[in-house]
DNA sequence: TGATAGATCGGCT
DNA sequence: GCCGATCTATCAG
């Protein structure tokens, strides 16, 4: 697993869809797959890496397969999986999940009764699954946050688009989801 | 040292 | 559809 997250996160983004991501938490699993994703690295300028190291992106520039996870307008986390060569500063963002397991306490952390609005935003997919900067730096191949391949997504049903949220290199086709997934975080 | 914009979300109009 | 929440990093002065 490793050689393949050690690629660009331009390939790996779209190589992840349909792997899934397992939380252990007070001796419960949440399980849920990944079905959207966004590519960042060193040269593009809406990464946090463009600008090089900091004591924020240090994992960035890492080993591949370990948690970059980041706080975000006062109040929310977003979850990355470190890709690429050593020192080279690129990730995947983990935009959506669809939940498989532990749902019900998926929304208890949410707050939220709704299946479609549990993990269908980068910032929601962590509450759910109660991931902070306690988990800054994991390594993904360990509980309590685990990624593990599955089989791969058909090319016909990936859908490749521009990322969302950004102001700099909104040009990029850097964003992959899967085709007709219900927990897409935009329509 | 201060201002501001940000890989967002939810509540209100 | 717009706005507020409120931490962090970066840029200007």
Redesign the pocket.
């Known amino acids: 697993m490793r050689e393949l997250l050690e690629q660009d996160a331009e390939v790996v983004a779209p190589l992840i869809l349909g792997w899934k991501l397992e939380r252990e938490i007070n001796g419960q699993k949440l399980v849920g797959k990944i079905v959207e994703t966004?590519a960042?690295d060193f040269r593009d300028a809406?990464?946090?890496?463009f600008?090089?190291e900091?004591?924020?992106?240090k994992v960035?520039f890492g080993p591949a397969g370990f948690a970059?996870v980041?706080?975000?307008?006062?109040?929310?986390y977003?979850?990355?999986v470190v890709t690429g060569q050593k020192d080279e500063g690129s990730?995947?963002?983990i935009?959506?999940l669809e939940p498989l397991k532990g749902i019900e306490a998926m929304r208890a952390n949410?707050?939220?009764d709704n299946l479609l609005?549990l993990t269908?935003?980068?910032?929601?997919?962590?509450?759910a699954l109660v991931i902070g900067?306690n988990m800054y730096g994991h390594d993904l191949r360990q509980a309590p946050l685990k990624l593990t391949m599955a089989e791969n997504v058909p090319y016909k049903q990936v859908v490749r688009a521009t990322?969302?949220?950004?102001?700099?290199d909104t040009h990029r086709l850097w964003r992959f989801y899967i085709k007709n997934n219900k927990f897409i975080?935009?329509a």
């Open positions: 966004e960042y809406a990464s946090h890496s600008r090089g900091t004591p924020r992106t960035m970059y980041y706080f975000t307008y006062g109040m929310h977003c979850f990355n990730a995947v963002l935009r959506a949410r707050g939220q609005n269908n935003g980068p910032a929601k997919l962590c509450q900067k990322r969302i949220g950004i102001t700099n975080s935009k």
